[in-house]
């Protein structure tokens, strides 16, 4: 019922940028919090930034200063700008949202189908 459909994926070199994008379809009533996980093979998959609808952002130690998160309310999408890349932000990056459908009782989390960071020279 929800879609999350992830686009800005790369290969970067250190000290680059990316910019990923996530929209959210469907029939959707409100989206409380959006945000970004990424996981790495053999590890848990690890927050890296959120946004609520009042855009009150909130960051992984790893990213502050670098990653910075948005949202456009009137098209459900996040962004997630990544400045100074380094070879250990390479991952695949999923977009997380949790979505109040029509009539629902309540929120519930949707994931995209990821995208793949790659930071090296």
């Known amino acids: 019922q929800v879609q999350l459909v992830e686009s800005g994926g790369g290969l970067v070199q250190p000290g680059g940028s990316l910019r990923l994008s996530c929209a959210a379809s469907?029939?959707?009533?409100?989206?409380?919090?959006m945000g970004w996980y990424r996981q790495v093979p053999g590890k848990q998959r690890e927050s890296v930034a959120s946004?609520?609808?009042?855009?009150?952002?909130n960051y992984a130690d790893s990213v502050k200063g670098r990653f910075t998160i948005s949202r456009d309310n009137a098209n459900n999408t996040v962004y997630l700008q990544m400045n100074s890349l380094k070879p250990e932000d390479t991952a695949v990056y999923y977009c997380?949202?949790?979505?109040?459908?029509?009539?629902?009782?309540?929120?519930?989390?949707?994931w995209g189908q990821g995208t793949q960071v790659t930071v090296s020279s």
């Open positions: 997380n949202a949790l979505v109040v459908l029509v009539h629902s009782s309540g929120p519930s989390p949707s």
């Open positions: 946004i609520t609808s009042g855009s009150r952002p």
């Open positions: 469907g029939s959707i009533f409100s989206i409380p919090v």
